[in-house]
């Protein structure tokens, strides 16, 4: 399997996305943040990164079912958290309805919207794409 840059590859992210009933509508123009991975020639995963000042929102991750508990999810947050990393970003956040536990075992915790950083809030994701109820996580990059 491969990690690589997803810009290469947007209709299969959003594809991908679509089929995970995950918002795909505001992707932004350039996937240069967003990372998939590849088997047989096919996209089997995706994560984002939107990167707001100092601080990233990560966003649109999905593995296809077949590939599911085999580590995959797990590399492209690596991929991601690294790459913000390298990027010089203070923290990482994300909003989740389904998958808290995931990222709380991944050091994400749980946080108010209003620890949000301004810019991130602006998002899209957290102005108009997910409802209120999601769970606001963060994680502090050293």
């Known amino acids: 399997m491969l990690i690589t840059g997803a810009n290469e590859h947007r209709e299969s992210v959003i594809k991908l996305l679509d089929s995970a009933k995950l918002p795909a509508q505001d992707l932004p123009v350039s996937l240069d943040s967003f990372f998939v ?8 995963g995706v994560a984002g990164l939107e990167i707001y000042g100092n601080y990233g929102l990560l966003r649109s991750l999905v593995v296809l079912p077949g590939y599911q508990n085999q580590g995959i999810a797990g590399r492209l947050v690596a991929k991601v958290e690294d790459f913000a990393g390298q990027n010089n970003l203070k923290a ?13 075992r991944k050091g994400y915790e749980k946080i108010i919207r209003e620890d949000v950083p301004v810019p991130v809030q602006a998002s899209t994701e957290f102005s108009h794409v997910c409802p209120v109820s999601a769970i606001v996580m963060k994680k502090e990059l050293i």
């Open 37 to 44: 991975a590849i088997e047989h020639d096919e996209v089997i």
């Open 92 to 104: 990482v956040y994300l909003l989740t309805e389904t998958a808290f536990g995931y990222f709380n």
